[in-house]
Nanobody, 115 residues
Framework: QVQLVESGGGLVQAGGSLRLSCAVS????????MGWYRQVSWRQRELVAG???????NYADSVKGRLTISRDNAKNTVYLQMNSLKPEDTADYYC?????????WGQGTQVTVSS
């Protein structure tokens, strides 16, 4: 079992920054890849950024150059640094972890970007 707890969401003006954190606990050794997804209520959840166990990252085209995913293994935490935020970044953001046997999700944290 893996537990994920997100934090760091909130309200920010367009052009501002936020840093989301995902605290990981449980069977951490079993985690392969991790990532951040976001969802607007009526839309499908979409991948924003991913990071492999080896540290390779990938990003949605819409966030490249503005959002950065990182992984601090010593603190068992994954971060999403969000800069130059836009109103269209408004969504619920979810942390995700993939193991050999299952996928895990956090409860989500809300990000609202005002224009």
């Amino acid at each position: 079992q893996v537990q994920l707890v997100e934090s760091g969401g909130g309200l920010v003006q367009a052009g501002g920054s936020l840093r989301l954190s995902c605290a990981v606990s449980g069977s951490i050794f079993s985690i392969m890849d991790m990532g951040w997804y976001r969802q607007v209520s009526w839309r499908q959840r979409e991948l924003v950024a991913g990071i492999t166990g080896g540290g390779r990252t990938n990003y949605a085209d819409s966030v490249k150059g503005r959002l950065t995913i990182s992984r601090d293994n010593a603190k068992n935490t994954v971060y999403l640094q969000m800069n130059s935020l836009k109103p269209e970044d408004t969504a619920d953001y979810y942390c995700y972890a993939k193991t050999q046997w299952a996928d895990y999700w956090g409860q989500g944290t809300q990000v609202t970007v005002s224009s």
